[in-house]
């Protein structure tokens, strides 16, 4: 037969989510440790009460055990069983019944305004706690958010979609919806930007639903990396001209070309700064960053001996 979790917390199958939690709250309370100090007994119901209350009170988990009971919950059930969004990963209760207790009550100490009150009503006491069926929020969901270099200069909207489960009408069952969320790009953002959708993620009738954060990540580019608000990019340029001068062409991400004359010679270590050609201030995109050019000299592989004469002349005093 395995384990009875409604027998547990003294309850019918027919059992409402509001009986769910009363009976949870008065049970809880009754078998809580610190009002049986070594109470072994005790503490087993208390456990047992908190395992059945983190299956009963998900809807997912409550409708597989109703239909394929303890085995099929803690086993998992098959993907072609026909239930979709099943518990199919199999449960396995974490086991820290006091936590179920805190994030019921919503506070470390629920005894304490019992203990605090005058009219020493036990009832009343523990049913004034001001903590009482508080949903505690699920931790945030983050997601990376990769845009091109192109998007961050320009500015873009992003659209994209979620998939999340929400409550139904009657308060006790979920289905799984899609929803767009649109992210406005700004201008000039930089890696690390997190964009928050509050209580966007799945609802459940004893949670608050967690935020989901997208975080932004550059893609890699053909001919840029960023640093701060600066645009780096490397030219190759071959050893002759990296002696004598040349002309670097780079393409920005708005479609211009730009020719840099570079005069200097051009040394290991050695870079070239042309103002105002970076990303976008993020505020104030009116502003830009630099553009920073470094330089991949490119040797010869091989030298005749004539060429080799030259350059000794050239270069050898």
Known sequence: MGVDYYSILQLTRSATDADIKKHYRKLSLKFHPDK???????????????????VLSDPRKRAVYDQFGEE????????????AGAWTKGYTFHGNAEKVFRDFFGGDNPFQEFYDRVDGDLSMG????????RKVQDPPIERDLFLSLEEVYHGCTKKMKISRRVMNEDGHTSSIRDKILT????????PGTRITFPEEGDQGPNNVPA????????????RFRREGVNLIHTAKVHLGKALTGCNVEINTLDDRILHIPINDIVKPGYTKTVPGEGMPISTDPSQKGDLIIEFNI???????PEKKDMIKKALLH
């Open 126 to 133: 523990f049913g004034g706690l001001r903590g009482r069926g």
């Open 298 to 304: 490119e040797f010869p592989t091989t030298l005749t």
């Open 211 to 222: 935020d989901i954060v997208f975080i932004v990540k550059d893609k890699q580019h053909p």
């Open 72 to 83: 099929g919950l803690k086993n998992g059930v098959p993907e072609g069983s026909g239930e």
């Open 183 to 190: 992210i406005t790009v700004k201008k000039g953002w930089k």
């Open 36 to 54: 049986n100090p070594n109470d072994q007994r005790a503490a087993d119901r208390f456990k047992q009460v908190a395992e059945a209350y983190d």
